[in-house]
């Protein structure tokens, strides 16, 4: 059982369900009402469903309400879909606009305080107590990663040392020398640091505690960052639209499912095709309503991410917030080759079951006359062969992707967020 000194805020972290969904339906109700009063692309999207804010008594009727998703957001760029007028608006962040043009999250001062409240309980979840050294390696910039480190660490009470990324010979240095207790980062970021860790004959006894997100997570690369650095490791959950990292939750030492702050948002897990809710248990899309943020408060939004609940009793660190399983993967990055549909995530599994893999690969899928074929490539130990690459690939996936083997530190390396999947469209 969890501590009491783990939690930031014991009393909510710990309200019984009917607190939790008296609490839900009365800030749905605001919620609505603000985001239909406030923009006339909230208003027109409820106005065509028939929807009046009046019509929204609980929790349960956010189903009566209008999806949202990236491409309104996309459409709406800069700020059309902001709630507030522009003089409270204090702060932004934005997604990498990578596949189009950027989201754009406005803030205000309450919302800087939600996000912070939000990253504060996961940073006492972990384990992290006032005073600990905190190190925070994501981008201090548009990306949102660095800032809610950043302002969660100082509402827990944290020494932050606001490293940013990269340089990581000088990141070993200042964990070592200012002992740094708590270390965060994306999720191939902690990959890095065991291997320059491994180069340099180091270590950070001081270590015990990595938080690491915005990539896809899986369990054996979870396995492999806490024993490589020999630490307990979280997976932190949130994005540009729930308000940025921290913002959805994180899972507990239990390690039994990602907590989301429920006071905070209303979760539903749909089936993509249709939109219906699923039950408990079953597989499905991500949707999430804002229920406290008021420069742009999300209303349905789809997340693509792909994942179930595991439970809404009480959970044995004592919170009683909705367990949700790590996700999947996304709606959108499904890969389909052979007739096979697979997720990147499968292939990280798959490669770090085989003795003497490494850390690093390149899933690349070739598109000839409209037909997909996919190569992995891997570094790996000198006993590894392709074949037994393959071998173990097509155990998993049901066919053979061919691919090549390389040396140990052969692949090319990013310092922030790794590029797993690469698309080569041949003529």
């Known amino acids: 059982m969890t501590q009491k000194g783990n939690f930031h805020n014991e009393s909510m972290e710990t309200a019984s369900r009917e607190s939790i969904h008296e609490l839900q339906s009365r800030r749905l109700r605001a919620i609505v009402g603000h985001v239909y009063e406030s923009n006339a692309i909230y208003r027109r999207l409820f106005d065509e469903k028939g929807i009046r804010p009046e019509d929204i008594r609980t929790a349960e009727d956010v189903v009566r309400l209008p999806f949202t998703g990236k491409d309104i957001l996309r459409e709406s760029y800069p700020l059309k879909m902001a709630c507030v007028s522009r003089d409270q608006i204090v702060e932004m962040h934005m997604s990498s606009g990578s596949t189009g043009t950027p989201v754009v999250m406005p803030y205000t001062r309450s919302d800087l305080d939600q ?3 939000c990253m504060a309980r996961c940073y006492r979840m972990s384990g992290a107590k006032p005073g600990d050294a905190t190190q925070i390696t ?18 827990a ?3 932050v040392i606001p490293a940013g990324p990269g340089n990581t010979a000088r990141q070993i240095r200042l964990a070592r020398d200012l ?3 708590v270390f965060t980062g994306v999720v191939s970021y902690g990959i890095r640091l065991m291997e320059v860790l491994a180069e340099e004959k180091e270590s950070l006894p001081e270590l015990e505690i990595g938080i690491f997100g915005a990539e896809v997570f899986s369990d ?4 492999k960052i806490s024993s490589g650095l020999d ?5 932190i959950y949130g994005m540009t639209e729930s308000g940025g990292v921290g913002t959805l939750g994180m899972d507990c030492p239990a390690h039994d499912g990602i907590h989301v702050w429920e006071d905070q948002y209303i979760l539903e897990v749909i089936d993509p095709k249709t939109g219906e809710p699923v039950d408990d248990g079953e597989e499905g899309e991500l949707v999430f309503t804002s229920l406290t943020r008021q420069a742009l408060p999300m209303i349905r939004f789809r997340t693509a991410d792909l994942t179930h609940v595991i439970s809404r009793d009480r959970c044995e660190c004592g919170r009683t917030h909705v367990r949700l399983a790590p996700i999947t993967g996304r709606r959108d990055d499904m890969l389909i080759v052979k007739g096979v549909n697979f997720f990147p995530k499968q292939i990280e599994q798959t490669l770090l079951g085989i003795p003497g893999i490494g850390n690093n690969y390149q899933i690349i899928v070739e598109e000839i006359d409209g ?6 490539n891997v570094e790996a130990d000198p006993g590894v062969t392709g074949y037994m690459v393959e071998k173990a690939l097509k155990e998993a996936l049901g066919f053979s992707p061919k691919g090549d083997v390389f040396p140990l530190g052969g692949l090319p ?4 967020k790794a590029k797993r999947v690469f698309h080569n469209r041949i003529k």
């Open 231 to 235: 630490i307990d490791v979280f997976d």
């Open 220 to 223: 054996s690369m979870k396995k």
């Open 371 to 376: 037909v997909n074929s996919v190569r992995v």
């Open 157 to 159: 009470g944290l020494f």
């Open 115 to 117: 996000w912070a409240e």
């Open 413 to 416: 390396r990013q310092e922030g």
């Open 179 to 181: 002992k740094t207790r």
């Open 138 to 155: 994501p981008l201090f910039g548009l990306f949102n990663g660095g800032f809610g480190m950043y302002h969660g660490a100082r509402a």
